[in-house]
C-alpha cells in the first residue's frame, strides 16, 4: 500500500518544472523533437510517490518499490530517441517498472508491449492512471529474457535493465529491420547498444555511451 494516495494533478509548477528539465536533456544532447515533445507530455510524478513531487523533475533516477527504479529521465530520452520510432510501431520493453518509459513510448503513438517480472510492480499496472488515455499500452507479467512470442514480431525491442547478454529470443521475436537497444554489461556499468536483425539472421550492432541500470534478472518474483 502507498504511503500518501496520489492526487493526479499537473500544475502550472509541474509543467514549468518538466519543461526545464527538456531543456536540459537537450542540453546534454537529446535533440529529438519528438522524444522531447513526448517527455514534456507526460507527468513524470505521476510515476512516482507524492513525497517525491518536489524532486520529480530533477534529471535523476529515483527508487521505487522492490528495490527497482524510474530510469534518469535522460536515459530515458536517450533509449527511446535510439529507437527511432515510427507511429504505430509495435514495441516490447523489458522491465515496466513505474511505468513510466511505457507511457512515453504510448505518448509517441507506439503499440506497447511491457513486461515486469516483480509481482508487485506489475500489480500496480491495474491501476495505470493512464488506461483510458493509451488503450495501446498492455502490460504483461512475466520473464523479459522469454519476451512475448504470442505477440511477435516487433519493430522494436527496448530493454530496460541491465543485461548481462543479448538474449537470442528477443533477437528472433524483431521483424526483419527491426531494432533492439540494450545497455548491455561492461565492466561495473553497461554500454547502451543498438541492434538491427538482418534477412539473413544476422545482426548489426552500433556502439553508443555508458550507463548505469538495475539487473536484468531471470525468472519471475511473486506469486
Ligand atoms: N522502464 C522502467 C525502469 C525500471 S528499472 C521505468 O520507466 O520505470 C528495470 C525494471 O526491470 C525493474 O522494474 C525490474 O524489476 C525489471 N526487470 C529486471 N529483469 C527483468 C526481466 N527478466 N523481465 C522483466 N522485467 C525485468
Redesign the pocket.
Known sequence: MSKSRRNYEDSYRHKGLRKQLMDIIREKGISDEAVLAAMNNVPRHFFLDTAMDNIAYEDRAFP?A?G????QPYT?AYQTELLQLKPHDKVL?????????ASVLAEMGARVYT????KV?FDKTKDYFFKQKYPHLKFFYG???LGLPTFAPFDKILI??AAPYIPSQLVDQLKVGGKMVVPLDEDDQQRMLRITRNADGTIAEEAFSRFSF?????GKNGN
Open positions: 521505487i522492490e527497482q527504479t524510474i530510469s530515458v520493453e523489458i522491465g515496466t517498472g513505474s511505468m513510466y518509459q513486461i515486469e517480472r516483480q510492480l520473464d523479459g529474457y530496460t535493465a538495475v539487473p536484468m534478472l531471470t
